[in-house]
């Protein structure tokens, strides 16, 4: 007889964020992940995006930013996803942080 089939962590995270919210599938992640390729919820954050949870979507996004600053494939499509779901000012601060509207408008 086959072992009970495992989540994997994209589905694990769907869940939590189905249940607790985002910031509770942020912590879960924390601590048991590292993500130091940067992108680790990409999907989770894309599959949010489409499901109708934008703002959830996003947030994960710029977790995976906060996490990988350095990573500018990431930083440009967080951009872009800003842009595509109506938010262009955060759109350009996510690509030029030191611009001047990020210190007028928080992003």
């Known amino acids: ?58 947030r994960l996004m710029e977790f995976d930013v906060e996490t990988s600053p350095r990573k500018v494939w990431l930083l440009r499509k967080t951009a872009l996803a800003h842009l595509n779901n109506g938010h262009p000012r955060k759109a350009n601060c996510r690509l030029t942080p030191a611009a001047k509207c990020c210190r007028s408008y928080r992003c």
């Open 1 to 58: 007889m086959p072992g009970k089939v495992r989540l994997t962590q994209v589905q694990r995270m769907y869940q939590i964020v189905k249940s607790e919210g985002v910031e509770a599938a942020i912590e879960w992640f924390k601590p048991t992940k590292n993500s130091g390729w940067g992108g680790a919820n990409w999907e989770l954050a894309n599959q949010l995006i489409k499901d109708g949870r934008v703002d959830d979507g996003m």
